[in-house]
């Protein structure tokens, strides 16, 4: 009997050792599974993959402890300004990104790097975006929602829109709010409908007028010391003339009527 009953005493010792490593494997496990940003709250699903809600949350910078595997990503109704140089890097599964309804004045070059193959829909509705960077969108070609930003249609804007890739009708997003100049109309409408009032236009023209002021100085300049100069050799011509009188000689004469034939 004692003995039966040391037996199970052990044997009770390793299974509950067991059990207990059992209990902290699947914590351990289960940790790891809803591993998630300390802010934001996480959700998994089989088909979809990770999606990390960080809405509403007044979070004035992007956090950095995001899942890698996270899938879709929403960071709207926040306070964020900017979105800095690779932010987004660690996250090479990131397909949806809602920036939305944020305080957003401008993307620094490469904020999306690293996003180019996997990102299909990029929210930046609703910002205070005025001009677009092409270098913040290098190698994206996404669905954007450009709309609710207060764009500033104007050459520059003219000039880097082709270099953006976006998907093409993500840019109707863009409709203008001011422009300059101010009086071609363009307020109020999408930038792609006002593209063929060529904003560059009264630039060429500034420039066309400095251009004409430049030659039309330089051209005084030329007259002005053509002038000098004629009045200059006259003066000259006219002493040599007075010295030549001054010289009671035959040769001195001739020499006169020659300089004077030259003079003429
Ligand atoms: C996420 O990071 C872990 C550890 O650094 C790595 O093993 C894993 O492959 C990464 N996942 C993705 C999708 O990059
Ligand atoms: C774009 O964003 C605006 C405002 O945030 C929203 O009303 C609109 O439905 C969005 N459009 C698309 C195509 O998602």
Redesign the pocket.
């Known amino acids: 009997m004692p003995l039966l009953a040391d037996w199970l005493l052990r044997h009770s010792v390793v299974m509950c050792l067991l059990l207990h490593s059992l209990v902290l494997m699947t914590f351990c496990f289960h940790h790891a599974a809803t591993s998630c940003s300390k802010s934001c709250y996480c959700s998994q699903s089989e088909v979809g993959g990770k999606t990390v809600r960080c809405s509403n949350l007044r979070l004035t910078e992007i956090p950095q402890d995001i899942p890698n595997d996270t899938r879709r990503l929403y960071l709207d109704f926040n306070l964020l300004t900017t979105v800095p140089t690779n932010a987004f890097l660690e996250l090479p599964l990131l397909n949806e990104l809602d920036l939305?309804?944020n305080e957003l004045v401008q993307l620094e070059p490469g904020a999306f790097r690293g996003l180019g193959g996997s990102l299909q829909f990029l929210?930046l509705?609703?910002n205070r975006l005025m001009t677009l960077n092409p270098e913040a969108f290098e190698g994206l070609q996404s669905r954007a929602?450009l709309?609710?930003n207060p764009w500033h249609c104007d050459c520059n804007l003219q000039n880097v829109m082709p270099q953006v890739d976006l998907e093409p009708t993500s840019l109707a997003g863009i409709v203008c709010q001011t422009s300059e100049p101010e009086d071609v109309g363009a307020q109020g409408t999408p930038f792609l409908l006002a593209k063929d009032l060529d904003l560059c236009v009264v630039l060429k023209k500034t420039t066309d007028v400095a251009m004409l002021v430049t030659m039309f100085g330089w051209f005084t300049m030329v007259i002005s010391y053509l002038v000098y100069y004629v009045r200059h050799n006259q003066e000259d011509a006219r002493r040599h003339l007075e010295y030549l009188k001054s010289l009671p000689s035959k040769q001195g004469k001739s020499e006169e009527s020659s300089t004077i034939s030259t003079v003429v």
């Open positions: 939305s309804h929210d509705s609703s929602n709309t609710h």
